[in-house]
């Protein structure tokens, strides 16, 4: 009788290959859960939200234009040509300065009347990330306007002010871009 001591390496080639498929399936659950699910940008709220109630929120958003319109008082504004858009190249940006800057939105009616009970809330952010972004929940009426407190800004770039107006079934997001320059 012949001894076979030749060695097989399958047994090792598939407990590696296991291996390596456990660690590639816990990276990928690691990296996904640093990646939570974000603001919806455009309406301020959550993704699934926007995506459930879309109808909704462009009803909303068709009635409070029919009803109201939304003005930013007292900021300058510059023409900036935008690389990555072939639908508007050239766009009007609210040009911000380092330190402290407040902005001011004068809410009316269609008959011009300043309308001193609205929810407002405000954003700066910057765009493609949620890290820098300053809110305020409630933005107070004061001498006609809702009227932010300071919000400072130190870091330049490109920025978009964010505004979400809410009066019972009338719903707005304006949302202008802003530059600050190095």
């Given at each position: 009788m012949k001894d076979n001591h030749e060695k097989s390496y399958w047994p090792h080639m598939i407990?590696?290959?296991?291996?390596?498929?456990?660690?590639?399936?816990?990276?990928?659950?690691?990296?996904?859960?640093?990646m939570p699910v974000s603001k919806e940008d455009r309406f301020m709220m959550d993704y699934q939200n926007a995506e459930l109630h879309y109808n909704d929120v462009m009803k909303a958003q068709q009635r409070f234009k029919q009803r109201y319109d939304v003005a930013l008082?007292?900021?300058?504004?510059?023409?900036?040509?935008?690389?990555?858009?072939k639908a508007n190249p050239i766009v009007?940006?609210?040009i911000l300065h380092r330190g402290a800057n407040r902005?001011?939105?004068?809410?009316?009616?269609?008959a011009?009347?300043?309308v001193a009970d609205m929810n407002v809330t405000f954003v700066l952010t910057r765009p493609h990330t949620h890290a820098d972004d300053v809110t305020i929940?409630?933005?107070?009426f004061v001498d006609g306007a809702y009227r932010t407190g300071p919000v400072t800004i130190t870091k330049p770039g490109r920025y978009t002010l964010k505004l979400r107006a809410a009066k019972?079934?009338?719903v707005d997001f304006d949302s202008?871009?802003?530059?600050?320059e190095p």
């Open positions: 407990m590696g290959f296991l291996l390596i498929g456990i660690v590639l399936a816990f990276w990928t659950v690691k990296t996904v859960g640093r008082e007292g900021v300058a504004t510059r023409r900036l040509a935008v690389q990555n858009s009007q940006a609210v902005f001011a939105y004068r809410i009316t009616d269609k011009g009347h300043a929940e409630r933005v107070p019972g079934d009338a202008r871009p802003a530059f600050l």
